[in-house]
C-alpha cells in the first residue's frame, strides 16, 4: 500500500473508532510528517485524500479539522465506498437539494462554472454543476463536449432559472438594466463563475467595460445579496431565490439552463455514482427534492426556478 494511503487509513480509523471527533484539529502537515517519519508531500497527499473524501475540512493551508459527517465519510473511506464529487455552480435550490442528499454527494473545489468543469476534466470530481450561455445561444452542452471531448460527457437538466440585478428594496436607484450600473458599486462573483461572465457580458453590451466597475467580490449567490442588503454595494447579479430571502429588488435579464455534467466513466462505470444518478434521475429528484414537499416545487418557482422533467 502507498505510503499516503496508509496515513489517510490510519486517520480514518482514528475517527470511525472515535478516539478523533468531529471539530478535532490534526497535525499540520509538518507536524504529521515529523511524527510519522515520512514526508510532508505525503501528509499532504493523504489529507487531500480525506478532505476530497470528506472525511477533513481544510480551513486553510495550516489547519485541518474533523468534518462534521467525518464519521460516515471514515467508514464510506475505508468501505471502499465513495460519495459523488461534485464541483460548480452555486444555486439555492441545489442548497436544498444537497442537504437532502446527505453524504451521499459532496461537493468538493472552488465555487463556478468553469472550475467546476476543470475539476471534470483534471478526474478530481465526478460531475459539476454548470450555467454556461455559448456564443450560439445554447446552453453548457457546447462547453461540456469541447472540454469533456472523447469523455461522452452527460449533461442531466436540473432546471431553469431567472437571474437578475438584485438592488436594496424598493430600488432606490431605478436600476432598470445593466446600463444602469456605471458608476454603482456592483458585488461580482470571482472570475470562473458562470453569473460573472454574464456579468461582464452584460456590461460589455451595454457599453461598460467590465473592469471598470467596483465592488465588493462575492462568493455565492446569496453573498451578493448580502452585500446589497448591508450596503457594501449598491447592485448585483443573482438568482432570484437570493433576492427573495433577503426581500431585494429584481430586476431581471434572463433565464438560463442549470445543468450537471458529467462523463461517461462516472456514469456506467462507478455504481455508486450510477445509484446517484438513477433516482430515477438526479434530475428529477433535485428537482423536487422529494415526494414529502411537493409543495417545495410552487415555492421554487416563485424564487425564479422552473423544475424540470427528464434528462439529456
Known amino acids: ?167 436594496p428594496a424598493g430600488n432606490p436607484g431605478h436600476v432598470t438594466g445593466p446600463s444602469d450600473l456605471r458608476t454603482l458599486r456592483i458585488a461580482r462573483r470571482p472570475f470562473g463563475a458562470g453569473t460573472r461572465v454574464l456579468l461582464d457580458r452584460l456590461l460589455t453590451e451595454a457599453g461598460i467595460p467590465p473592469d471598470a466597475v467596483s465592488g465588493p467580490e462575492a462568493n455565492s449567490h446569496l453573498e451578493v445579496a448580502m452585500s446589497v442588503a448591508s450596503g457594501q454595494a449598491d447592485a448585483g447579479l443573482g438568482v432570484r431565490a437570493a433576492a427573495t430571502a433577503l426581500e431585494l429588488g429584481f430586476v431581471p435579464v434572463g433565464w438560463e439552463d442549470f445543468d450537471i455534467v458529467l462523463t461517461e466513466k462516472t456514469v456506467c462505470q462507478r455504481e455508486w455514482a450510477a445509484a446517484q444518478l438513477d433516482l430515477p434521475s438526479l434530475a428529477q429528484e433535485l428537482g423536487r427534492l422529494s415526494d414529502e414537499v411537493e409543495q417545495l416545487r410552487g415555492l421554487l418557482r416563485q424564487q425564479g426556478i422552473e423544475p424540470r422533467d427528464g434528462a439529456a
Open 1 to 167: 500500500m502507498a505510503r499516503y494511503l496508509q496515513v489517510s487509513s490510519d486517520i480514518g480509523r482514528a475517527i470511525e473508532s472515535g478516539t478523533l471527533v468531529p471539530g478535532d484539529e490534526l497535525p499540520s502537515i509538518r507536524d504529521a510528517a515529523r511524527q510519522r517519519s515520512t514526508t510532508t508531500s505525503t501528509i499532504g497527499r493523504a489529507y487531500r485524500q480525506l478532505a476530497d473524501a470528506g472525511v477533513i475540512a481544510i480551513a486553510d493551508r495550516r489547519r485541518c479539522r474533523v468534518a462534521a459527517d467525518g464519521v460516515n465519510a471514515a467508514r464510506r473511506l475505508l468501505s471502499g465506498q465513495h460519495a459523488l464529487l461534485l464541483a460548480g455552480s452555486d444555486d439555492p435550490g441545489l442548497d436544498i437539494a444537497l442537504r437532502q442528499a446527505g453524504s451521499s454527494v459532496l461537493t468538493v473545489g472552488t465555487r463556478g462554472s468553469f472550475h467546476g468543469l476543470t475539476r471534470v476534466w483534471r478526474g478530481t470530481a465526478d460531475a459539476a454543476a454548470i450555467h454556461l450561455r455559448h456564443r450560439s445561444g445554447t446552453h453548457n452542452t457546447p462547453f461540456a463536449r469541447t472540454l469533456l471531448r472523447g469523455r461522452q460527457p452527460a449533461v442531466l437538466h436540473l432546471w431553469r432559472r431567472e437571474q437578475g440585478l438584485l438592488t
